[in-house]
């Protein structure tokens, strides 16, 4: 009796609590879940269904932020909380549905491996808070940072990863370049590029004065890869794929980084170039799942799969030579060998090219660029298989006869892999100059009194200017032609002159008082940039003129002093008184001219009388002196013979 009492009593207790759980939901009917009001139930029976996250309590029941195992490859995030979990026998069949959604792609895509529960928590809010994504929730969705304090890292990591993905979510651009690589340009002007392209190009086709030099290239090109997001920022990190053909040893692979990646890469020859590039990066779309056969279990999405971004550049890589030259010598003279030293930069690659030199001659100065009316080519040489680098070109003898300017151009024929090249008219350092060597022929001119010289040049560059300097020397005795200048400088004039068609000039100096004694001209050619000096020697004949000393009447000396007269000397007779003065005569012919003397006679001594000349007073005075000399001579006689006896 005892026994049966207490089994019945067991028994009752244990029918009533079964009952009472069927009533509340806990009994084996719990695996198709609580009724919806009450929100999502823990699955104790499938634990495995559940990746990380935390369990949210809300008024209107229990909610899973977290990842499930809905799927064996991937974790899914459910989009309608509060409802059944969605456990993988729901969604065997499903069939996915693409939705676009960049920064939910981009954040599932980063971090849904991850084994924390915190970034699993901020992934799962993400994805119910996408308002890209159709929702039917039964327990509203909030972000972490409004779920408590169990959520304080999970809100961390939400605001993390909400800013990444806002940076670094695709639509993504994956950016390929190729840029030839510019010569280190020459300092004289480039010559032409073509028949008609200058050695410029326009910027701006309104305004002929905004252009831009086109500079030449080397043999080799940059690479430049850079990959973006949708906000523009560099995404790094993401290996790069390249095919590239046309050069040598270019690379396989590279990394994308925070700037453009650049590497450089030379080719052996004009061609092509093309590079591809390729990367995997985060999906720009999430795949949505719909349960099967019930619409009481959560829907959820998966990061699609990655998205392949691609790109190419391709250029044509020609060579564009450019040529900088210096002639051999600057000052050539007539007879001289010269050459074309030239360096030619441009070229592609070990590509070698024909260059043509021409060696012009004009008797204008040449400007930089300009071809003037009398230029003219006088040489021509070739060098074959030239490549970049500094060479020389044959030699080119100076013409024995020439006088002016010359300069070399060049030309480099254009064709399938090579620009034209054709050099510009007189470049300074390409030039080069032989002065014209003028002369003179001269003469001294003697009209009575005065001299002056006359002068003809020859020589002159056509319409060149040209100064002449005719300096006239005075010397006491005959000069003899010599480099050396002797004389005093008695005059000298500065005459600019300009030679004609023919280079002659003729010019005659101002005359100027010719003294007594020898004066010669000095004739000089100024040099200038044009002209070399020319000076005349000193002493020429045809410059020397000469003036005899004049006979000019001379002051009646001073009375001399009375000598003792001669003992026993007679007394002179009275002179004759003079006759009265006659009218001046007619002025007298002038007396022969006596020869003269290789040089003047020297000064008479004090005691000699002076010589007079013809006038009337002096024909007077030489008929007194004459009847004086006459009685002193009859005196001196008589006295003579008187001592004889």
Request: contains cysteine; charged residues 20%.
């Amino acid at each position: 009796m005892t026994t049966r009492r207490r089994f019945t009593l067991r028994s009752a207790l244990f029918f009533l609590v079964l009952a009472l759980a069927s009533l509340i939901g806990l009994g084996p009917a719990m695996a198709q879940g609580p009724p919806s009001s009450l929100g999502e139930v823990p699955m104790l029976k499938a634990s495995d269904t559940y990746g990380p996250g935390i369990w949210h309590h809300a008024p209107q029941g229990k909610t899973w932020y977290g990842s499930y195992e809905t799927f064996d490859d991937t974790q899914a995030y459910c989009i309608d909380a509060g409802k059944q979990s969605p456990l993988p026998k729901y969604f065997t069949t499903s069939k996915a549905q693409k939705i676009t959604t960049a920064q939910t792609a981009w954040a599932l895509h980063e971090y849904s491996g991850s084994e924390s529960a915190d970034v699993q928590a901020a992934l799962s809010a993400l994805a119910r808070l996408d308002e890209a994504i159709p929702h039917d929730h039964k327990v509203p969705p909030q972000e972490p940072g409004d779920l408590g304090k169990k959520f304080k890292g999970a809100a961390k990591q939400f605001s993390k990863i909400s800013a990444e993905a806002k940076k670094l979510a695709g639509p993504y651009t994956l950016d390929v370049s190729l840029t030839p690589v510019a010569a280190m340009p020459v300092l004289e002007p480039y010559g032409k590029q073509g028949p008609e392209d200058g050695d410029f190009k326009r910027v701006d086709d309104e305004k002929d004065d905004h252009l831009r030099p086109q500079l030449p290239t080397t043999d080799t090109v940059t690479l430049s890869v850079s990959l973006t997001s949708a906000s523009g920022t560099a995404v790094p990190g993401i290996p790069i794929t390249l095919d590239v053909d046309g050069t040598e040893d270019a690379p396989k692979f590279l990394t994308s980084g925070a700037k453009p990646v650049v590497t450089t890469l030379r080719l052996n020859a004009p061609g092509a170039v093309t590079a591809k590039a390729s990367a995997s990066l985060a999906p720009e779309s999430v795949l949505l799942y719909e349960p099967q056969k019930t619409k009481r279990v959560q829907r959820v999405i998966t990061p699609d799969e990655p998205v392949e971004v691609t790109a190419q550049a391709k250029v044509d890589l020609t060579s564009q030579p450019r040529v900088s030259t210096d002639i051999s010598d600057q000052s050539p003279q007539p007879g001289d060998s010269i050459t074309d030293k030239f360096t030619v930069s441009g070229l592609v690659g070990d590509h070698t090219v024909t260059v043509e030199h021409e060696l012009w001659k004009t008797e204008s100065a040449p400007e930089p660029g300009k071809k003037n009316d009398d230029a003219e080519v006088i040489a021509e040489v070739t060098s074959k298989d030239v490549g970049n680098g500094t060479h020389r070109s044959d030699e080119i003898t100076v013409p024995k006869d020439f006088h002016g300017w010359m300069y070399f151009t060049e030309t480099i024929a254009g064709g399938e892999s090579t620009k034209e090249w054709k050099g510009a008219h007189g470049q300074p350092r390409e030039t080069g100059f032989v002065p014209w060597t003028p002369s003179a022929e001269t003469e001294a001119v003697l009209e009575v009194n005065a001299v002056h010289d006359e002068v003809t040049v020859s020589g002159l560059r056509p319409g060149g200017e040209a100064v002449i300097t005719m300096t006239a020397y005075h010397s006491e005795s005959e000069p003899q032609q010599s480099k050396e200048v002797s004389g005093t400088e008695l005059h000298s004039q500065d005459i600019t002159v300009v030679g004609d068609q023919e280079g002659k000039a003729t010019v005659s100096s101002e005359a100027v008082d010719m003294p007594v004694g020898w004066v010669t001209y000095v004739t000089t050619i100024q040099g200038t940039d044009e002209h070399q000096k020319w000076t005349s020697d000193w002493g020429i004949p045809a410059e020397t003129v000469h003036r005899t000393p004049e006979e000019t009447p001379t002051m009646p000396p001073e009375e001399p002093t009375t000598p003792p007269a001669p003992p026993e000397a007679p007394e002179p007779p009275e002179a004759p008184a003079p006759p009265e003065a006659p009218a001046p005569p007619e002025p007298p012919a002038e007396p022969p001219v006596e020869p003269v003397a290789d040089k003047p006679a020297a000064p008479a001594p004090p005691a000699q009388l002076p010589r007079t000349g013809t006038t009337g007073n002096g024909m007077l005075i030489g008929a007194g002196i004459f009847l004086i000399g006459l009685g002193a001579t009859a005196l001196l006689i008589t006295g003579s013979r008187r001592s004889k006896e």
